[in-house]
Structures are given as C-alpha cells and as structure tokens.
C-alpha cells in the first residue's frame, strides 16, 4: 500500500510547501501527466490486492455456512475403544 501512494504523496508534499497547500489538493495537480501515470501504475497491485480480499472473504463466508457431519463417531479416536460398547455397559 505504501508503495503505491508514496509517489504522488510525496509530489504533493513538494508541491504544498513550494507553491500552496491548495494547489496540491487542486485538480489542476491531479491532472498533471506524472501524477496519472502514478495512478495508472497502482492498477496492477491495487487489481491483486481486491481480488485477494474478494477471495478471502468468498472462503469465509463458504465455510462459515458449510454443513458439517455432525454424527457421532463409531469409536473415540485414538483409544480403540468403540463407543457403543462403553453404552452398552452402563446400561
């Protein structure tokens, strides 16, 4: 992120304190060919940087609402005991 904005923050902050705080926030300065061509520039990273978000909360949402298998295992796992047996006798 710091990469993609440091250029034209920096060209604005050149251009705040040489000429005025208002034409760095003007729309003449955003206009200006280098200062396009930064935002051009910023397409590729900031296009991966959305669909990475987009992917991300897509998975989120896919797993938070996935149905699990909620039956008991036959055996309890790890022991080798098989849990209908452990029933059977506290009958």
């Known amino acids: ?3 993609s904005v440091l250029p034209v923050g920096f060209l604005q902050l ?3 304190f040489t000429v005025s705080y208002d ?3 003007s729309l003449a ?3 200006r060919d280098l200062v396009q061509l930064l935002f051009w520039a910023r397409l590729p ?3 991966l940087l959305i669909l990475g978000t987009v992917v991300f909360a897509y998975d ?3 797993q938070r609402f996935a149905l699990r298998d909620t ?3 036959s055996s309890v796992p790890g022991t080798g005991v098989v849990s209908s047996r ?6």
């Open 60 to 62: 989120t949402v896919r």
């Open 29 to 31: 300065f955003y206009n």
């Open 1 to 3: 992120m710091f990469v």
């Open 14 to 16: 050149e251009t705040a």
């Open 71 to 73: 039956s008991a295992p």
């Open 23 to 25: 034409a760095a926030r």
């Open 86 to 91: 452990i029933l059977a006798e506290d009958d």
């Open 45 to 47: 990273g900031d296009t």
